[in-house]
C-alpha cells in the first residue's frame, strides 16, 4: 500500500479526514483496523490565514510546498490537502513538488457526476465560491450569504464550536438553491460536514472532506 501524505490546514477539517482514512480502510481492504500508513503536517494556521487575508496566494502556495517536502522525508508516496479554500494555491505548488497531489475538487466533481447530479450548489469560505478552485456553473451564495458563511466557517467551525445557529443559516442557503433547481450541494469546506449532512440538509450533500479521504484510500491500495 501507498504512504498517504496529509497537508493540513485547519484542524478540525484535517482531524475529519484523517478518521475517515483510518475508520474506512478497514472496510476497503477486508480486514478490522486495516488502513493505509498515514502521515500529517499541520503549519500554523495564523500563518496561513494572514496570507489568505493578504490575497498572497503564491506564498500561501510556499506554505503548501513546505509540507510537501517534509512530508516526503517522512516516506509519503503521495499528497493530500483536506482544505478546498488552500486548493487555489495549488497551482504554484504542483510544478515544484516532490511528490504527486490528488485534487479536492476532482474528488467531488466526480462524485457529482457519478450520482448524475446535474445543477450542484457552492458552499464554503468566500475565497472558495469567489476563486477558480470548483467550475464557474456551480450555483454560488450571494454577497450577503458568502460574508456569514464565511463568518460561520472562520469564528465558530474552524474553532470546533458547531452551534444550532449555523445549522440553521446553511439549511436556508441550501434551501434557496434547491429552489433556483440544484439537485445537490457541495460542503465545499472542510468543516461543513461536522454540522452538515444528509439527514439535515434539503439537498443530497456532497462532502469534500470524506470524498477526498476516500479518494486517498483507493489511490494508496
Known sequence: MKHIGIAACSAEGAALCYRTICTEGAQLLGAAHAH???SMHTPSLAVTMDLIYRGDWQSVGEVMLDSALKLERMG??????PDN???????????????????????VLDEAKARGFGRVGLTGTKWLVEGPVYPKDLVRPDAAEREEINRIIMDELVCG???PS???YFQRVMDKMKRAGCEAVVLGCTEIPLIMNDANSPLPTLDSTRLLARAALRRAV
Not at 509519503?76 to 490537502?81: G, K, M
Not at 510544478?95 to 475538487?105: D, F, Q
Open 76 to 81: 509519503c508516496d503521495f499528497l493530500i490537502c
Open 166 to 168: 449555523g445549522v440553521e
Open 36 to 38: 493505509p500508513e498515514v
Open 161 to 163: 464550536v458547531f452551534k
Open 85 to 107: 479554500t488552500l486548493h487555489q494555491a495549488l497551482p504554484y505548488v504542483i510544478p515544484r513538488s516532490p511528490l504527486p497531489w490528488l485534487h479536492i475538487a476532482d474528488a
